[in-house]
């Protein structure tokens, strides 16, 4: 296996690649939206598929919410390990901004930085930075 690349399904998509981008970084690539594509007729103004490529190990993919009901954010969780405390801060900081602060950034037991956010999509992140 090479990475797990996290694909988040919600009904907002165009708004949630834009916000995650605004945090995150990096480029949005392979944004494909439902118009003029056979099969999608009834799904106008739907994104199929959007790619954002953090780095070379990071990337999210994310889609609008078709047929299947999803109930958005509840069922992954997000964790993201970082390189420094300024990027924990900067990234908690955006997150919680429209977010609910789960655990709130702290000294963890194990000797790490830690913290828990629900994004305003309702997407779960655990984000922890080792000393």
């Known amino acids: 296996m090479k990475k797990l690349i996290p694909y988040l399904t919600t009904d907002h998509c165009k708004e949630a690649v834009d916000y ?5 970084g990096g480029e949005i690539k392979n944004f494909q939206m439902s118009d003029g594509i056979p099969g999608f007729e009834q799904y106008p103004n739907k994104v199929l598929h959007a790619e954002i490529v953090i780095n070379e190990n990071l990337a999210l993919y ?3 919410i078709f047929q299947t009901p999803v109930t958005e954010g509840n069922s992954v969780m997000l964790g993201l390990e970082f390189d420094s405390e300024e990027e924990i801060t900067n ?3 955006a ?3 429209e977010g609910t602060i789960e ?3 702290q000294e963890a037991f194990w000797g790490a930085v830690h913290a828990k956010v629900i994004d305003k999509f309702g997407f779960s992140w655990e984000l922890n930075w080792e000393k």
Do not use: K, R, S
Not at 20 to 24: C, D, L, T, V, W
């Open 95 to 97: 997150l919680a901004e």
């Open 62 to 64: 994310l889609n609008d």
């Open 91 to 93: 990234i908690y900081t």
């Open 20 to 24: 995650y981008h605004a945090i995150f």
């Open 103 to 105: 655990m709130e950034l």
